[in-house]
C-alpha cells in the first residue's frame, strides 16, 4: 500500500508494508504514514501493527481494504504473563517519567508480585465449587421438548404416514417388497414420531459454559504449578549463592528473599492444586454428558444471557445462570475488538519495558557498576556501566529495541518480540516463524527476547527443532545454523532464569573478544624484536612482531622498557637517518597495553578477583590457546582452538564443577550466568565452537550420539 510507512523493529530500519504471516509486535507506524486504519483506529505513529490477536487489515479513509495479514494462532501467552508483565511495565513507565533514579529501577522485581493472591481461592473458583451440582444435574438430566421427526421403520410397525412417507416410498425401490397391479407393497417407510431434543438455548449455554470452566480451570492448575517451580528455583538458587563466592549475586537474592524466607509456599501450591484439580476433573466429566454431547456447541450464544422461562423458574438452571455471571465477571474488559486491540497494543509496550527492566538487572548480575543516583533511562535514554575491562553501555530506542555498545563498537541488538515464539500449541506456524526469523537479513548480532515458559519447552510436545532453535544464546547456538547472527531466549515473570540467562548471553558478547584476543600481537621490525626479546621471556618473536605470551612480572616489564627505550636514535646527519624516538615511544605503548592485557586475563570472571602473581597464572600453549586459574574460588577459563574453523574460544568452568551442557533450561540450573561457550551434551570438558557450532567431540575420533548433534558417523580428527 503506497504511502504506508512501517518500521521494522528486528531489522531498525523502514520497510514496505508487510502482508502474510508475521510474528506480533515486530512492526510499528512511524511518521510520514498517509491516514489508514487498523481495527477502527488510526494507524499513529509508535502503534504496533496490530489489531488484535487474530488477522489484520489496513483500510483507508476511503474505505478501501490494502494490506492484510495474521499472526498465527494464539500469539498471547497466558494470561498471568500478560498480566504480571502489563504491571511491571507499568511500574518501568512511571519510574523514568517521575525521573527517578536508576536504583529505583533496579529495586523493581521482574517477578510476579501477587503470587500469594494467586495462591488463594478466586470467586469464580468458589461459585464453581458452590454451582457444580446444579450444573451437573443440568448436564444430566435437561429440560427438553418433543421435536417431530420422520423415522424409516418396517412397514407392520408404523402407524401413520404423511406425504414424506409418500415421497420417500415413490423415490426408493429398494423399500419395496414387490409390485402389485394396484401399487407397491412396502418393506419400509417414513413414519412420523417424536423424540426428545437437548438444544435449546439453555442447555448451550450449560454446555458452552463447561468449556469456559475446563479452560479455566486448566489455565488456573498451569499458573499455580508455574507458580511452584519458581519458589523451587527460588530456593535453587539461593543454595547455589550460598555455596559461592559470587559478589555479583549480592542483589540478586533481594528478588526472591520472599519466596526462601516462607516456608508455607510449597505447602500452600500443593493444596491449591489439589483442589483445583479436583475442580477440573468435576468439569472433565461434564464433557460426557447429554447436553453436551447433544446441542450445537458451535452455535452463537452471546456474552449477555437473555432471560427465560427456564432462567427463571428452574432452580438448576438459575444457578447455572449465576455461575455464568460470575464466569463473565472474570473475563469483562476484552469481548470488544477494540478493547482486545488497546489490550494487544499496551501488552506490546509493556513488553519493551519489562525487558528493559531484565537487561538493567542483568548488567547488575554480571559486577557491572553505574551510578545508581543517575536519572532512570526511558526510550531514546542510554545508561553506561563501567566493568572491570572497560565501559559497557546500554542505549533504549524509541521502538523498543535497545543497542549494547563495548565502548564505540555495537556488541549485540537486543529486540523484545512479544509473541508466543515456541508455546506448544503452534509448532507448525511457529516454525515457520523462527525460519523467517533466522533468514533475515541481518548484520549485526541480534538477541530477540520473547514471552515463553518452562512448561512450553518440556516434555514431547515441543520438536527437537524448536527446543534447539527457540532457545539459543551466542554463547550456545543450535546446531547447523544459517550464518546470520540471529539468538532467540525465552523470558517471562515467572522465571527467576530469565535474567540469568540474558546475562549470560550478555557475558559472552561483552568477554568472548577480550578472552579470544590471546595473544596480543605488537608490530615491529625483526631487529627490533630481537633487541627486546633478549632478556626476557614473557614475549616472543612472531612473523608479524613481537607476541605477548604470558603476564609479566614487574621487573620483566621495567626490562622490556629499558631495551625498548633503547632503540630510541636522534637525528643523524651522517647516516641519513631521521629520529624514531616517538615511534619506539608508541612501541613502548602498545607493549605495556599488551602486558596490561595480558595481566587482565587473569583477573577470576566468576569471583572477579585478581592474581596475586598474574606471571604464573597464566599458562599458555603451543598452539597459541592459554589457561588460567583462580586461587580464590577454583574457577578455569582458557581459550580453545576449533578444529573445524580454526577460531579460537573462550571457555568456563565455575570453582572446577564441569558438567555436561544440554538445553537452555539445563544451562540455567547447572551454570547461571557462569558460562562462556556451552560444554558438549555428553562429555564435560569438551566445549561447542559457538563461532561455528561444531561441537569438539564430533571432529574426535570417536562415534557419538546427543540429542543436539544427532547420529554422528566416526570421523578423522585433525
Known amino acids: ?121 478466586s470467586a469464580l473458583e468458589r461459585a464453581v465449587d458452590e454451582g457444580l451440582g446444579s450444573l451437573r444435574a443440568v448436564c444430566f438430566r435437561p429440560a427438553t421438548r418433543l421435536r417431530p421427526v420422520h423415522e424409516l421403520v418396517p412397514a407392520s410397525r408404523s402407524r401413520r404416514i404423511t406425504p414424506q412417507t409418500i415421497a420417500r416410498l415413490a423415490a426408493h425401490s429398494e423399500d419395496w417388497v414387490r409390485l402389485r397391479p394396484d401399487g407397491v407393497r412396502p418393506d419400509r417407510v417414513l413414519s412420523p414420531t417424536r423424540e426428545f431434543d437437548t438444544d435449546l438455548y439453555e442447555n448451550r449455554v450449560a454446555a458452552r459454559l463447561v468449556d469456559h470452566l475446563w479452560r479455566f480451570l486448566n489455565k488456573r492448575i498451569t499458573e499455580v504449578r508455574r507458580i511452584d517451580w519458581m519458589v523451587e528455583d527460588a530456593k535453587r538458587l539461593a543454595t547455589e549463592i550460598a555455596q559461592r563466592p559470587w559478589r555479583t549475586h549480592e542483589h540478586l537474592f533481594d528478588l526472591f528473599a520472599g519466596f526462601v524466607n516462607d516456608d508455607t509456599w510449597q505447602t500452600r501450591t500443593v493444596e491449591r492444586l489439589v483442589a483445583l484439580e479436583r475442580l477440573s476433573h468435576a468439569v472433565a466429566s461434564l464433557m460426557g454428558s447429554p447436553v453436551h454431547r447433544g446441542v450445537n456447541r458451535h452455535a452463537e450464544l452471546g456474552m449477555l444471557l437473555r432471560s427465560t422461562n427456564i432462567f427463571v423458574n428452574d432452580d438448576r438452571y438459575r444457578r447455572v445462570g449465576e455461575l455464568w455471571q460470575a464466569w463473565l465477571k472474570t473475563h469483562a474488559g ?55 575491562h572497560g565501559p559497557v553501555s546500554l542505549e533504549w530506542h524509541e521502538d523498543g529495541a535497545f543497542v549494547v555498545r563495548r565502548g564505540a563498537e555495537v556488541a549485540l541488538r537486543i529486540v523484545p518480540i512479544p509473541h508466543a ?51 539459543e544464546g551466542p554463547e550456545s547456538p543450535a546446531p547447523a545454523r ?17 535474567v540469568t540467562r540474558i546475562a549470560r548471553a550478555l557475558r559472552w558478547v561483552i568477554d568472548a573478544p577480550r578472552l579470544s584476543a590471546y595473544p596480543p600481537v605488537v608490530a615491529c621490525t625483526d631487529e627490533e624484536g630481537q633487541a627486546i626479546v633478549r632478556n626476557t621471556s614473557w614475549l616472543a618473536v612472531a612473523p608479524e612482531g613481537l607476541r605477548g605470551v604470558r603476564p609479566p612480572a614487574d621487573h620483566e616489564l621495567a626490562a622490556v622498557r629499558t631495551a625498548t627505550l633503547a632503540l630510541r636514535e636522534e637525528t643523524s646527519r651522517l647516516r641519513r637517518r631521521g ?57 578455569a577459563w582458557e581459550s580453545r582452538l576449533c578444529r573445524a574453523c580454526r577460531n579460537t574460544y573462550p571457555v568456563l568452568i565455575p570453582m572446577q564443577q564441569a558438567s555436561t551442557g544440554g538445553y537452555g533450561d539445563h544451562l540455567d540450573r547447572v551454570f547461571g550466568a557462569e558460562l562462556l561457550a556451552s560444554p558438549c551434551w555428553i562429555r564435560d570438558r569438551v566445549f561447542i565452537c559457538p563461532r561455528c557450532t561444531t561441537c569438539a567431540e564430533r571432529e574426535s575420533e570417536r562415534s557419538v550420539s546427543c540429542d543436539r548433534c544427532g547420529d554422528v558417523q566416526t570421523v578423522r580428527g585433525g
Open 1 to 121: 500500500m503506497a504511502g504506508v510507512a512501517i518500521w521494522d523493529r528486528f531489522l531498525g530500519r523502514e520497510v514496505d508494508a508487510p502482508k502474510g504471516r508475521d510474528p506480533l509486535g515486530r512492526y510499528t507506524f512511524v511518521p510520514g504514514t498517509r491516514p489508514v486504519t487498523i481495527a477502527g483506529q488510526p494507524a499513529e505513529p509508535g502503534r504496533y501493527l496490530a489489531s488484535g490477536t487474530g488477522p489484520w487489515r489496513l483500510t483507508t479513509e476511503r474505505g478501501r481494504s490494502g494490506l492484510a495479514g495474521d499472526f498465527g494462532t494464539d500469539p498471547l501467552p497466558g494470561d498471568v504473563t500478560v498480566d504480571t508483565v502489563i504491571a511491571i511495565g507499568g511500574h518501568v513507565r512511571e519510574v523514568y517519567e517521575r525521573a527517578e533514579s536508576v536504583g529505583t529501577m533496579l529495586a523493581l522485581s521482574p517477578l510476579l508480585a501477587d503470587a500469594d493472591a494467586r495462591l488463594r481461592e
Open 334 to 388: 476484552t469481548t470488544l475488538q477494540s478493547d482486545l486491540a488497546r489490550h494487544v497494543q499496551q501488552w506490546c509496550d509493556s513488553f519493551a519495558h519489562y525487558n528493559a527492566l531484565l537487561l538493567m538487572r542483568a548488567f547488575d548480575q554480571l559486577g557491572l557498576e553505574t551510578d545508581r543516583s543517575q536519572p532512570a533511562p526511558g526510550p531514546g535514554g542510554t545508561v553506561t556501566f563501567e566493568g572491570r
Open 421 to 471: 515464539l515456541a508455546a506448544s500449541s503452534q509448532q507448525g506456524g511457529n516454525a515457520a516463524l523462527l525460519t523467517h526469523l533466522h533468514r533475515a537479513p541481518v548484520a549485526t548480532p541480534t538477541l530477540v527476547l520473547y514471552p515463553g515458559n518452562r512448561d512450553e519447552r518440556e516434555g514431547d510436545r515441543v520438536a527437537r527443532e524448536i527446543l534447539l532453535r527457540a532457545f
Open 482 to 498: 544459517l550464518p546470520v547472527p540471529v539468538f532467540l531466549l525465552p523470558v517471562s515473570p515467572l522465571e527467576i532464569d530469565s
Open 579 to 635: 629520529a624514531n624516538v616517538e615511534r619506539v615511544e608508541q612501541l613502548w605503548h602498545s607493549l605495556d597495553r599488551a602486558a596490561g592485557y595480558l595481566t587482565g586475563l587473569t583477573w577470576c570472571p566468576v569471583c572477579d578477583k585478581p592474581a596475586a602473581r598474574p606471571e604464573r597464572r597464566l599458562q599458555p600453549r603451543p598452539d597459541g590457546t592459554y589457561r588460567c586459574e583462580c586461587e580464590s574460588c577454583g574457577s
